[in-house]
């Protein structure tokens, strides 16, 4: 009986290991298959962050041309400006020189009346052809 009784026991005990051995088998399974998932979302989390730091250089290259479009758009307009005001006062030059040139001759008109009032001589066209200044 004792016999019997211990046999049972080993049986139980055998029984027990081998379900034991079940799970650690089963247990170690689902761990490697974790353990690859974990892997994988680590491959793919490097990737995504090698992808955003990709994007972020293409940005700050992107804006740093923008910046440099900007740069040479607003020296064009400076040069532009600067060739504005200088037109300016050439045309400013230009109708003084004019003006000059008008109160010139009106002047020699006026000293030919003069000559022409006190002689009575006749106008003498070639004084008007040679202007003092232009």
Not at 60 to 74: F, G, K, N, P, T
Not at 111 to 117: I, Q, R, T
């Amino acid at each position: 009986m004792q016999n019997h009784i211990n046999s049972n026991h080993l049986r139980r005990a055998e029984q027990e290991v081998t379900n034991l051995q079940g799970k650690a088998q089963y247990l170690s399974a689902q761990n490697k298959g974790l353990l690859a998932q974990l892997s994988e979302a680590k491959r793919k989390q490097a990737e995504t962050e090698c992808k955003n730091k990709e994007e972020v250089m293409a940005v700050r290259l992107r804006e740093a041309d923008s910046i440099a479009a900007v740069a040479e758009l607003q020296q064009h307009i400076a040069e532009l400006e600067i060739q504005k005001e200088e037109g300016k006062i050439q045309g400013q030059l230009n109708n003084s020189d004019s003006n000059q040139y008008i109160r010139e001759l009106k002047d020699q008109i006026a000293e030919l009346n003069d000559e022409s009032a006190s002689d009575q001589m006749p106008k003498r066209p070639e004084r008007l052809l040679r202007p003092t200044h232009f």
